[in-house]
T-cell receptor
Framework: AQSVSQHNHHVILSEAASLELGCNYSYGGTVNLFWYVQYPGQHLQLLLK??????LVKGIKGFEAEFIKSKFSFNLRKPSVQWSDTAEYFC???????????FGQGTTLQVKP | DTAVSQTPKYLVTQMGNDKSIKCEQNLGHDTMYWYKQDSKKFLKIMFSYNNKELIINETVPNRFSPKSPDKAHLNLHINSLELGDSAVYFCASSQRTGVGYGYTFGSGTRLTVV
């Protein structure tokens, strides 16, 4: 069965620190990977996605993620976080046919000013 | 105009009641979804409809019944509400069925059952 796991449940960083959030997926077929962000009280917004091609994906707001097939990982990174990055971050895998998204447990990122 | 709008935004109700949450999208998308986010922020799909036809029906109690009167609307009716139904319910839409078309999420409906 498909599954997505995020290792870090709660991360606290100071502004300007570098960020890496882990995501591992379990799926033997075509990978369709996403990172979503949910700011407090808001809906999910797409940060970036990977379907194929260059395994280093650049997204919005300075975020990037690297797909490493051998490790079944799709970690999210940002070189220097800002207070406004405080949010919930969700990794997800999508079904090519049904469009169903399987989400990880989410990581709460708290950035201290 | 909001692309995917849900009403109400907040809903507080007593156990045993029946309630509905409405979702409308003005994007012309064919496919709509309901996701449930529990108190631990875990998101899980409940239903998916493509052009008024049910595609995905996850293991959800029969008390939950989706209804899609047209492809722009996907409503969620919940009978005999229980405390465990308290959650945030997100509606989403995509142009077509399939992961390549992207998703637009609504702002969520926070349901509190007391």
């Amino acid at each position: 069965a498909q599954s997505v796991s995020q290792h870090n449940h709660h991360v606290i960083l100071s502004e300007a620190a570098s960020l890496e959030l882990g995501c591992n997926y379990s799926y033997g077929g075509t990978v369709n990977l996403f990172w979503y962000v949910q700011y407090p009280g808001q809906h999910l917004q797409l940060l970036l996605k990977y379907f194929s091609g260059d395994p280093l994906v650049k997204g919005i707001k300075g975020f990037e993620a690297e797909f490493i097939k051998s490790k079944f990982s799709f970690n999210l990174r940002k070189p220097s976080v800002q207070w406004s990055d405080t949010a919930e971050y969700f990794c997800a895998h999508g079904s090519s046919n049904t469009g169903k998204l399987i989400f990880g447990q989410g990581t709460t990122l708290q950035v201290k000013p | 105009d909001t692309a995917v709008s849900q009403t109400p935004k907040y809903l507080v109700t007593q156990m045993g009641n029946d309630k509905s949450i409405k979702c409308e999208q003005n994007l012309g998308h064919d496919t709509m979804y309901w996701y449930k986010q529990d108190s631990k922020k875990f998101l899980k799909i409940m239903f998916s409809y493509n052009n008024k036809e049910l595609i995905i029906n996850e293991t959800v109690p029969n008390r939950f019944s989706p209804k899609s009167p047209d492809k722009a609307h996907l409503n969620l009716h919940i009978n005999s509400l229980e405390l465990g139904d308290s959650a945030v319910y997100f509606c989403a839409s995509s142009q077509r069925t399939g992961v390549g078309y992207g998703y637009t999420f609504g702002s969520g409906t926070r349901l509190t059952v007391v």
